[in-house]
């Protein structure tokens, strides 16, 4: 997994356990705000967008992917009004008819998810370094 420095400050560098690995100077990480795609408090939108970045997947089968990762399955009045709204903004498209129907990232989807990656690496980059390191 790349992040940011261990010191979580600005970089020109991605680093993967210490060592450099890409650059990024495109990149500004001294500060941002959440990203637009994102409602960074509760996860959910870049929970969908980051599995949907992996593949295609059903509504059932983010639930049960977002299960796995919290241990709590996301009830429909949740996970529905979230996908709807990701794909109001623009951000993911509904295929398929009848009862199973897949939702896709769209090209400014993928985009939202880059943005909101480098967002959460830099605001838990630590956090992930002091479990590692067994500080925490």
Request: glycine share 10%; hydrophobic share 35%; proline share 7%.
């Given at each position: 997994?790349?992040?940011?420095?261990?010191?979580?400050?600005?970089?020109?560098?991605?680093?993967?356990?210490?060592?450099?690995?890409?650059?990024?100077?495109?990149?500004?990480?001294?500060?941002?705000?959440?990203?637009?795609?994102?409602?960074?408090?509760?996860?959910?939108?870049?929970?969908?967008?980051?599995?949907?970045?992996?593949?295609?997947?059903?509504?059932?089968?983010?639930?049960?992917?977002?299960?796995?990762?919290?241990?709590?399955?996301?009830?429909?009045?949740?996970?529905?009004?979230?996908?709807?709204?990701?794909?109001?903004?623009?951000?993911?498209?509904?295929?398929?008819?009848?009862p199973k129907k897949v939702y896709r990232l769209t090209r400014e989807g993928r985009a939202g998810l880059r943005e909101a990656a480098r967002y959460f690496v830099q605001a838990y980059a630590d956090v992930?370094?002091?479990?590692?390191?067994?500080?925490?």
């Amino acid at each position: 997994m790349n992040y940011w420095a261990s010191d979580n400050r600005a970089s020109n560098r991605f680093n993967l356990r210490g060592r450099d690995v890409v650059p990024v100077s495109d990149v500004e990480l001294v500060c941002c705000p959440p990203p637009a795609c994102c409602d960074m408090r509760g996860y959910l939108s870049f929970s969908i967008l980051y599995l949907l970045g992996k593949k295609p997947m059903y509504g059932s089968e983010l639930a049960g992917q977002i299960a796995r990762r919290k241990f709590e399955r996301p009830n429909p009045g949740t996970i529905y009004p979230a996908l709807r709204d990701l794909q109001g903004r623009g951000l993911i498209r509904l295929e398929g008819r009848g009862p199973k129907k897949v939702y896709r990232l769209t090209r400014e989807g993928r985009a939202g998810l880059r943005e909101a990656a480098r967002y959460f690496v830099q605001a838990y980059a630590d956090v992930v370094d002091d479990v590692r390191a067994g500080r925490l």
